[in-house]
């Protein structure tokens, strides 16, 4: 069998992690191998460990959910990575109560979600067959009562985002004289965006929440891995010929970005 690697932007999560801030402004991690789940620290509900070449040092994040992602540097090992979990036991569990009371404030009545980088009020109201929820100019139905908010918004928001970031990539890819194979959009939970040798472009959806310019500058960083499929000094230099203000998008995704997935 055949592995076609893929070049994907990571998303950037929980920040202020112990002993390893967010990546610089356009360095995103380039993962080397992957551990699926981490027996230490007992009892945790889920840990994965990523070694990363480029890390210089272990780094925690918190993902939505709880999950806890440690980066292992290029020479470090599992052993180690184990106790530096171990020693910030207090900062994971304050982090993963901070995110869960942020979901629990957001997905209410009266919360908001972003839209295209600006804050919608979710509005609910009564419907001839149950209720609806209105958020910028979009309207959709709970048939399951409020219970359904978060599901019923973010299937509108994928079904948005099908409808606009395709033809939004296609034109970016023929303003530069480019070409992709194909686009889908899914539901990634690591990844704003991957894109395969063979030219196929994956899409975070939740890209449509963004501000445009950031939104492009993720459509665009993974138009120039069809001309070079690495994080290569080449390619950088590739990505701010198209988009000059690239480290200001990094920037908004390494602090602003991790609230979508609250």
């Known amino acids: 069998m055949t592995v076609v690697p893929r070049l994907q932007l990571d998303l950037p999560f929980a920040g202020g992690a112990p002993a390893g801030a967010a990546n610089e402004p356009g360095q995103p991690d380039v993962p080397q191998a992957v551990v699926p789940r981490a027996l230490p620290p007992a009892g945790d509900p889920e840990v994965v460990f990523v070694r990363m070449r480029r890390a210089r040092r272990y780094v925690l994040r918190v993902r939505a959910g709880g999950v806890l992602r440690v980066t292992i540097p290029r020479g470090g090992s599992r052993r180690e990575a184990a106790q530096f979990v171990e020693k910030h036991a207090e900062w994971i569990r304050t982090e993963r109560a901070r995110l869960a009371a942020a979901a629990a404030a957001q997905w209410v009545p009266g919360g908001s979600v972003l839209l295209r980088g600006e804050p919608m009020p979710l509005a609910v109201a009564p419907a001839p067959a149950g209720l609806e929820v209105c958020y910028g100019e979009r309207t959709v139905r709970l048939p399951g009562g409020v219970a359904g908010l978060r599901r019923a918004i973010e299937g509108d928001l994928r079904r948005l985002a099908r409808s606009e970031l395709g033809p939004r990539l296609a034109a970016l ?5 480019l070409t992709v194979s194909g686009v889908s959009i ?3 939970r690591s990844r704003w965006g991957s894109c395969s040798r063979e030219g196929r472009i994956a899409l975070n959806f939740r890209l449509i929440q963004m501000p445009p310019e950031v939104c492009d500058y993720v459509l665009l960083h993974e138009l120039m891995h069809l001309k070079e499929q690495n994080h290569s000094r080449r390619f ?5 010929a198209v988009c000059p203000g690239f480290r200001q998008a990094e920037f908004w995704l390494k602090t602003e970005g991790r ?3 609250c």
């Open 259 to 261: 609230a979508l997935f």
């Open 186 to 188: 899914r539901n990634q």
């Open 173 to 177: 890819a023929a303003q530069h004289g």
């Open 236 to 240: 950088w230099r590739l990505v701010a």
